[in-house]
């Protein structure tokens, strides 16, 4: 893994459409797809964006859509590695905070 695309990368990249999505798509064919992971923070990030909108449904079709939602999710986590945040990425996010590195 070379690159670690984060929750914002990876919501261009499950939308298919605009301008962002061209120009990620167009940089990242540029590498093999096993060059590209995700890590468990941004799977974190989705599915509480999932539960949050299914906590939100007013109706049974929106219940029913957000566990869609998280359906697919499962199904895009299949297709790049999972990066774990242990303890050594926990210290480096910790270094780089106490740096005031905008992360």
Do not use: W
């Amino acid at each position: 893994m070379k690159y670690l695309l984060d929750t914002d990368h990876l919501s261009i990249l499950q939308r298919q459409t605009g301008k962002n999505y061209d120009n990620l798509l167009r940089r990242m064919s540029r590498y093999p797809l096993s060059d590209f992971a995700v890590s468990t923070v941004t799977f974190h990030e989705q599915m509480l964006g999932c539960h949050a909108y299914i906590n939100r449904a007013r109706n049974t079709n929106d219940v029913v859509k957000g566990y869609e939602m998280m359906l697919r999710l499962v199904s895009d986590f299949k297709v790049l590695p999972l990066v774990s945040f242990d303890a050594g990425a926990a210290l480096r996010f910790n270094q780089l905070q106490s740096q005031r590195i905008q992360l």
